[in-house]
């Protein structure tokens, strides 16, 4: 029995890494390797054109015609007809099996896009070759694939449905062709287990939530209010809005940070590490001065726990006897935008709004200390404007507008 590069067994396959939505701006990309093997597929659709396309790096004009024909089969020709999807594959580095796993990596990418796959039962490709010796070896590293005398790269799913089928070098007898299905077909079933064992983990909690594409920001707030006042702000930009609530199973994060900064980066950056996706975060809060600055970072949990209502009547309570030229009081929003695991480059934006605080709460909108914060300017407590008014002047409003002329170009960094 001869031994293998890296001391496998002749029916073993590598151990397999997959990065789901690998790309910040390419919610369907993978980074995806096998042993040290690693390829980049993104893929997306677009309307300007019909048909699939597939463009690759480190790949052969044969090679790229053989994945388009494999792939065809697989997406809905219907769909095909109107829209185009575009597949782009780049080898990093190639330690065997490129095009069996060209194949799969493209898989994965089109599993993150909706709807594109036809079928449920996903279909993985294998390299298989036979020895000098006669022997036959699953996913042979480039070291083998370079003595091997014949190859062959197999399209198959796990219930052995055979589809493409490559074969190279020289021929072989039919008794040696069957021994490479079979083994091409138990490297399938293995390779399936991990894709599917690395998808379930990663990426359905998630998919489950529904994945938002690139037209949607991730907000980190559980506060209903600060998510109605955002949905409103990025609305005018075309842009959708998904929150925590939309995402119950993610953990709660602790704010531990000493500055509404910390605070908001620390929820940013979580979140953003947890789904793989921009997340931007708020961290916000109200500052008296009669109170030297109190409840500042605070304001959320100012009457012990999360509690508007007690939170105001906390307030009141501290200012009693405080007249009303010295009630002064500022309103802060810090924003942080952040990438994946990128906590060195968030971007953060700040707003400021100046008002008073009433002794009597005034209006039903909004959220928080809303009733009791008057701005002169309106004549009107933050709770007495519209929810369009109040983005006209909030903190964070004032926040939002400082992001908008810089974010799409930080994301796109
Ligand atoms: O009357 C208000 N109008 C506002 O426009 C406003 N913005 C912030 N605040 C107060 O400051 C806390 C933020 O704390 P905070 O940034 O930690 O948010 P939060 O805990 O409510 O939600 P999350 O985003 O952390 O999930 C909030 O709870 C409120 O008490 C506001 N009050
Ligand atoms: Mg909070």
Redesign the pocket.
Same mark, same amino acid.
């Given at each position: 029995m001869m031994v293998r590069t890296d001391n496998r067994a002749v029916n073993d396959v590598r151990p397999l890494q997959v990065q789901w939505r690998y790309l910040t701006q390419q919610p369907a990309s993978v980074l995806w390797q096998r042993g040290i093997t690693k390829i980049m597929v993104a893929a997306y659709w677009q309307t300007k054109a019909a048909g699939l396309v597939v463009t690759g790096t480190g790949l052969t004009a044969g090679q790229i015609d053989w994945l388009q024909a494999a792939l065809l089969p697989l997406v809905s020709a219907e769909a095909l007809t109107q829209q185009q999807l575009v597949v782009t594959i780049t080898t990093l580095e190639n330690d065997g099996g490129q095009l069996a796993e060209a194949f799969n990596a493209t898989i994965g990418a089109l599993q993150l896009l909706p709807d594109t796959l036809l079928d449920q039962q996903v279909p993985c490709a294998v390299s298989v070759g036979v020895m000098a010796d006669q022997t036959t070896l699953v996913d042979l590293t480039l070291a083998e694939e370079e003595i091997a005398i014949s190859q062959m790269t197999m399209v198959a799913t796990a219930q052995e449905q055979v589809g493409a089928l490559t074969l190279s070098g020289q021929p072989v007898d039919s008794s040696l062709f069957n021994e490479l299905i079979l083994r091409a077909s138990q490297g399938c079933t293995r390779t399936t287990a991990q894709f599917q064992a690395s998808f379930q983990q990663a990426v359905q909690p998630v998919m489950a939530a529904g994945i938002p594409d690139v037209g949607t920001i991730v907000i980190a707030? +559980? #506060?209903p209010? +600060?998510a109605r006042e955002f949905e409103a702000v990025f609305a005018k930009a075309g842009l959708k809005v998904k929150t $925590?609530l939309d995402y119950p199973e993610l953990p709660e994060i602790d704010?531990t940070g000493q500055t509404f900064e910390a #605070?908001a980066r620390l +929820?940013a950056d979580q979140i953003a590490a947890i789904l793989k996706l921009p997340v931007l %975060? *708020? *961290?916000?809060? $109200?500052m008296v001065d009669a109170l030297d600055g109190r409840p500042g970072i605070y304001? %959320?949990r100012f009457a012990g726990d999360?509690n =508007?209502a007690g #939170?105001n009547a906390k307030l009141l309570f501290e200012l009693t006897g405080v007249p009303t030229e010295k009630r002064t009081a500022t /309103?802060h929003?810090t924003l942080a935008f952040a990438k994946p695991d990128r906590p060195n480059e968030d971007l953060v934006v700040e707003g400021n709004v100046a008002g008073r605080i009433l002794g009597i709460p005034r209006g039903d909108n909004? /959220?928080?200390? =809303?009733p009791l /914060?008057y701005v002169p300017e309106l004549d009107a407590s933050?709770a007495e404007l519209s929810l369009a008014q109040k983005n006209q002047v909030?903190?964070?409003a004032r926040a939002i507008a400082n992001l908008e002329p810089v974010w799409r170009d930080w994301l796109a960094d």
């Open positions: 707030t +559980k #506060n209010g +600060k $925590l704010e #605070n +929820k %975060a *708020d *961290d916000s809060g $109200l304001s %959320a999360h =508007d #939170n /309103f929003s909004g /959220f928080g200390y =809303d /914060f933050m909030s903190h964070r």
